[in-house]
């Protein structure tokens, strides 16, 4: 059974910081494009943060509002993906959702905000 379960979201300051991290289980993540995706309370899905099968800086998508504060990484030995979220806004408040897909066009993934697997959401709430 394919499965992405996602862990480290909470209630952090403005300014503050917080690291999502997403274990994999039921398959293994190597050959997948992975991304986080969000939804702010009333808002549509955005596409956060992708990354493609390999590893390079290159191989990384961001949105404009998180370009600079967010970084995304992956680590294929531990089956997992993380996104490290640095000066935190109150914008950035939204539940998280770790995605994977076969699709090497990982930017596609996160443009368009469709993805073939779903993590069940980390809720990050950004207050004072």
């Known amino acids: 059974q394919v499965q992405l379960v996602e862990s480290g979201g909470g209630l952090v300051q403005p300014g503050g910081s917080l690291r999502l991290s997403c274990a994999a289980s039921g398959f293994g993540l190597d050959y997948y494009a992975l991304g986080w995706f969000r939804q702010a309370p009333g808002k549509e899905h955005e596409g956060v943060s992708c990354?493609?099968?390999?590893?390079?800086?290159?191989?990384?998508y961001y949105g404009d509002s998180v370009k600079g504060r967010f970084t995304i990484s992956r680590d294929n030995a531990k089956n997992t993906v993380y996104l490290q979220m640095n000066s935190l806004k109150p914008e950035d408040t939204a539940v998280y959702y770790c995605?994977?897909?076969?699709?090497?066009?990982?930017?596609?993934?996160?443009?368009?905000?469709?993805?073939?697997?779903w993590g069940q959401g980390t809720r990050v709430t950004v207050a004072s």
């Open positions: 995605v994977a897909d076969i699709q090497t066009a990982f930017q596609s993934i996160c443009k368009n905000v469709a993805a073939l697997y």
């Open positions: 990354i493609g099968i390999g590893s390079s800086d290159g191989n990384t």
